[in-house]
């Protein structure tokens, strides 16, 4: 799950090595924190919201084949 979070990322971040994608879970529950870079910021959220609810719908997708449940909170350092 980590590694399609972070492909889908890579291409939006100026670096990549300042993101940092933490991971908490709880049974079938598995939590994300993205933290990302303040110039990056924008580019992650994009316009209305579009591009972090693409992302999520990705990730929702995957943990469904998974059988878990994903949250995603994206945090700017």
Do not use: H, Y
């Not at 090595?17 to 992650?44: G, L, M």
């Amino acid at each position: 799950m980590e590694d399609l979070l972070t492909l889908l990322i890579k291409p939006l971040v100026t670096d990549i090595k300042k993101v940092k994608i933490e991971k908490t879970q709880d049974a079938n529950n598995i939590n994300f924190t993205i933290n990302i870079p303040k110039e990056d910021i924008a580019k992650i959220i994009g316009k209305e919201g579009k591009m972090i609810k693409a992302i999520k719908n990705l990730v929702k997708i995957r943990a469904i084949k998974e059988n878990v449940f994903v949250n995603l909170d994206v945090k700017e350092i």
